[in-house]
């Protein structure tokens, strides 16, 4: 069955520092990769996708992800991160042939001003 | 606001009452999807729609869940004689085939 895995359940960093969040998954056919985030109070919300192409992909508010086959893996980075970045962000795959989407057990990210 | 809407936000029960919540999700929409996310953990799938048909059900889905979308719109999930292993909270997301899902605010649902 797909699994995916977050390393880092919490993170806190200040303002101004960079941010690298690991995500891997296990299956190895064709997938769509996806980080969402959730701010406090809100609902969840697209951050950026992969479906094909380039896999370096810019998303909102200057996050970015890449895509390494080999590895499994579709980390999410951000170099400067902003008080307004802290939420939960989880990273999800769905494979190209089925619907569901298997989300990862997410990361709280705090960002001290 | 044209995103996907979750009816109630908050529902309080006691253990073996039944519980119904609806979702409306974006209306060009064609496809429709209902997950659950306990504490400390992301969502699970629940079951999915195209148009009125249901066409997966997870394992998770118990006998006591029912989830309907007879037009093709909006969707119930309905969860009979509730148990305190229900509390959590239940997102809907709707999406056109293969493409990104857009998540609603969700329901809290907490069995007393």
């Known amino acids: 069955a797909q699994s995916v895995s977050q390393h880092n359940h919490h993170v806190i960093l200040s303002e101004a520092a960079s941010l690298e969040l690991g995500c891997n998954y296990s299956?190895?056919?064709?997938?769509?990769l996806f980080w969402y985030v959730q701010y406090p109070g809100q609902h969840l919300q697209l951050l950026l996708k992969?479906?094909?192409?380039?896999?370096l992909v810019k998303g909102i508010k200057g996050f970015e992800a890449e895509f390494i086959k080999s590895k499994f893996s579709f980390n999410l980075r951000k170099p400067s991160v902003q008080w307004s970045d802290t939420a939960e962000y989880f990273c999800?795959?769905?494979?190209?042939?089925?619907?569901?989407?298997?989300f990862g057990t997410g990361t709280r990210l705090l960002v001290s001003p | 606001d044209t995103g996907v809407s979750q009816d109630p936000r908050h529902k309080i029960t006691k253990r073996g009452q039944n519980v119904t919540f609806r979702c409306d999700p974006i209306?060009?929409?064609?496809?429709l999807y209902w997950y659950r996310q306990t504490l400390g953990q992301g969502p699970e799938f629940l079951t999915y729609f195209q148009n009125e048909a249901q066409l997966e059900k997870s394992r998770l889905l118990s006998d006591r869940f029912s989830a309907e979308r007879p037009k093709g719109s909006f969707s119930t999930l309905e969860i009979q004689r509730t148990e305190q292993g229900d509390s959590a909270m239940y997102l809907c997301?709707?999406?056109?085939?293969?493409?990104?899902?857009?998540f609603g605010p969700g329901t809290r649902l907490t069995v007393l």
């Open positions: 999800a795959v769905v494979n190209t042939g089925f619907q569901k989407l298997v």
């Open positions: 209306s060009e929409h064609n496809r």
């Open positions: 992969y479906f094909s192409g380039d896999p």
């Open positions: 299956y190895g056919g064709t997938v769509n």
């Open positions: 997301a709707s999406s056109f085939p293969g493409d990104t899902q857009y």
